[in-house]
Nanobody
Framework: QVQLVESGGGLVQAGGSLRLSCAAS????????MGWYRQAPGKQRELVAV???????SYVDSVKGRFTISRDNAKNTVYLQMNNVKPEDTAIYYCNADIKRTIWDQTTGYWGQGTQVTVSS
């Protein structure tokens, strides 16, 4: 079985910083894209940032210049460094990874349990 375990959420003041981590474990042959999504109350889940296995990165416009996504392939871990956070960044943040469990399997998307980020003004 594959698990994605997130950590690093919490309460932070506007203008502050947080670092989220997400580690994938279990039977894993390879991981393609790893990314972070978020869902605020009453809103749809949105893609925040994604990094491919080759290092290609993209961000939603609202976080460009403030958030940085990175990954450590040796640890099957993806990070989201959040700087200069704003109240509108308040949401549950979910990790997502496209994982191949065996050489015979298709790549499947897995989700973490979510971590709450609350930004006070």
């Amino acid at each position: 079985q594959v698990q994605l375990v997130e950590s690093g959420g919490g309460l932070v003041q506007a203008g502050g910083s947080l670092r989220l981590s997400c580690a994938a474990s279990g039977r894993i042959v390879s991981i393609n894209n790893m990314g972070w999504y978020r869902q605020a109350p009453g809103k749809q889940r949105e893609l925040v940032a994604v990094v491919s296995s080759s290092g290609r990165i993209s961000y939603v416009d609202s976080v460009k210049g403030r958030f940085t996504i990175s990954r450590d392939n040796a640890k099957n871990t993806v990070y989201l460094q959040m700087n200069n956070v704003k109240p509108e960044d308040t949401a549950i943040y979910y990790c997502n990874a496209d994982i191949k469990r065996t050489i015979w399997d298709q790549t499947t998307g897995y989700w973490g349990q979510g971590t709450q980020v609350t930004v006070s003004s």
